[in-house]
């Protein structure tokens, strides 16, 4: 599966944390063990269960040119066996163990989770350091498996409006920075990839010095950490390849609004309005990113906080910011307009949107309610199990103390009016926007095959 954001992105915090290896007040332990792999492990003893969650630092980012959609792929391949699970053995003994099971790959990482009555986290552990090492790579199942992932594109991409254009603007706007590339490859490049490079790209990445592994539940967290160490303490570490150098790979500075009109077969038009912006980083104060994340729960859905004059045209409205990322961020506008609504009457409201913000014109009120209501979605998302331990595998994978979405509030806390105006007016200015409007098009009559559950 795909990920393009979460909604454990909403519970990391740029204030920083020590992270300890010793197990903390709050059943919080995070160690290395000898062989590189981070074990983070929280005790949650309010049902008897346990997520366990495998994090590797691989993701579309680190595809060469012509090999664009391999981490998606070798994603598919590890539901496809080893020599003690065959097949669908995986996913079979996951279901017999009473759990469930899944796996997302995005831009900057892959990652694999599971949720099991905590009897048993063993056998779970085992699965999983099984097929770290010793996936099996079938020519039939690959193929197979690469028809089920040139399906998921179809309804993905080519039969979904908004996937397509999502994919088709990315590119244009991007001229060097691996961000351009889609997480399941340009399809040239995907049907290309054969079951050797499939293998080579597993083995050069899976590997428990590139890999953590994140437990919540009813577990003791020394006995929990025993355990990991029983299952993956003697997979030896390998040397691993040069992920991609982000430095030499920083898109020229924009200096004048872009804007690009993508026809697509849809039934309406999209505008969207996005700028590049700082994403949260370790050891820093981070407050731009901050009054970013704060403005952008602000605006988000809700007419009453945008200008009279963008809110008549709306028909739909959202606004986006994940400050997680290895690359840049973005600030995002995605205006649906009202049937017969001018888009460039919608272009010019959005850029005045924007000019607004840059001059302070958010009232007191509107900043203590989005405070209010991002301290209670916090709590909400927090309490969900799965949710927390794939805040904590992020949290960790950027460098980031695992726990340290606990503090979220206290950043936005500290947000004032005069930082939110101060961000926008260094970032959302009308020079660095990009505008992507989605040009509808008529639909054609499109055949496709069945989706197949791995």
Excluded: C
Aim: glycine content about 6%; hydrophobic content about 40%.
């Amino acid at each position: 599966m795909l990920l393009k954001s979460t909604l454990a992105a909403a519970l990391f915090s740029g204030t920083m944390l020590l992270a300890s290896a010793a197990q903390a007040a709050d059943g919080l332990l995070d160690t290395t063990l000898d062989n590189g792999l981070r074990v983070i492990i929280q005790q949650d003893s309010r049902a008897p269960i346990a997520a366990i969650q495998l994090w590797y630092r691989v993701g579309g980012i680190d595809e060469p040119a012509g090999k664009t959609g391999i981490s998606h792929l070798v994603e598919h391949m590890m539901f496809k066996g080893t020599p003690t699970l065959p097949g669908k053995g995986y996913s079979q003994t996951m279901g017999q163990l009473g759990g469930s099971d899944n796996a997302f790959t995005t831009r900057d990482y892959t990652y694999y989770y599971s949720k099991v009555p905590v009897q048993h986290l063993a056998r779970t552990l085992d699965i999983e350091a099984d097929r770290m090492q010793h996936l099996s790579f079938d020519e039939k199942a690959f193929t197979l498996e690469k028809s089920v992932v040139e399906e998921e594109r179809r309804w993905r991409v080519d039969d979904n409006s908004f996937g397509e254009f999502d994919e088709k603007l990315n590119a244009a706007t991007l001229a060097v920075h691996p961000y351009r590339n889609p997480v399941l490859g340009w399809p040239d490049d995907f049907a290309k990839i054969t079951l050797a490079d499939a293998r080579n790209w597993y083995q050069s990445w899976y590997a428990p010095n590139n890999a953590s592994v994140v437990i919540v539940g009813d577990v003791d967290p020394q006995a929990a950490l025993a355990e990991v160490k029983r299952a993956f303490g003697k997979i030896a570490r390998r040397s691993l390849p040069e992920r991609a150098n982000l430095d030499a790979l920083q898109e020229p500075v924009q200096t004048a609004l872009q804007k690009k009109t993508i026809p697509v077969p849809a039934d309406r038009p999209i505008v969207v309005m996005q700028w590049r912006v700082p994403a949260l980083q370790p050891g820093k104060p981070n407050k731009e990113a901050y009054a970013l994340m704060l403005l952008a729960r602000l605006l988000d859905r809700d007419p009453n906080n945008v200008d009279e004059n963008l809110a008549r045209r709306l028909d739909d409205w959202d606004v986006s910011y994940n400050g997680m990322s290895r690359g840049f961020s973005e600030f995002v506008f995605t205006a649906t307009p009202r049937k017969g609504e001018s888009i460039d009457g919608l272009v010019s409201a959005l850029l005045r949107e924007a000019s607004i913000l840059r001059n302070f014109t958010l009232h007191e009120e509107y900043l203590r309610h989005g405070k209010v209501s991002w301290a209670a979605a916090t709590v909400f998302a927090s309490d969900d199990m799965l949710a927390r331990t794939t805040a904590m595998g992020q949290n960790a994978l950027y460098g980031f103390p695992p726990d340290a979405y606990a503090d979220l509030q206290a950043g936005i806390d500290k947000v004032t009016l005069r930082d939110i105006v101060n961000a926008a007016d260094a970032w959302l200015k009308e020079e660095t926007a990009t505008v992507g409007i989605l040009q509808p098009t008529p639909r054609a009559a499109k055949t496709h095959g069945a989706i197949h559950d791995r």
